[in-house]
């Protein structure tokens, strides 16, 4: 969280409510990555950006950059980080 930027609500509600605003903004904006589609620097659209195999036409649908493969060995890799 920025200080700088609470910092310029000199009134002490106003600061709450700026904070609450700002928490609700990240907490919306974490359910907007996850709905959206990924993107990847390296995604040509057809193939995993891991392991260059080709992902299924439904999975490109749903906006993925990753085989079912890597996608699971990411997930468990980002649980792990967060445990
Ligand atoms: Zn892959």
């Known amino acids: 969280m920025d ?8 009134d002490e509600s106003d600061r709450a409510s700026a904070v609450e605003a700002i928490f609700n903004a990240e907490a919306l904006g974490d359910a907007r990555r ?3 589609p990924e993107t990847h620097p390296d995604f040509d ?3 995993c950006v891991e392991c260059g195999e080709r992902i299924p036409k439904e999975r490109l649908a749903l906006g993925r950059v990753r085989c079912v493969e890597c996608q ?6 980002r649980k792990l980080m967060r445990a």
Do not use: S
């Open 3 to 10: 200080e700088t930027y609470i910092g310029v609500f000199a």
């Open 72 to 77: 699971t060995t990411l997930e468990h890799q």
């Open 34 to 36: 996850k709905a959206q």
């Open 45 to 47: 659209g057809r193939h």
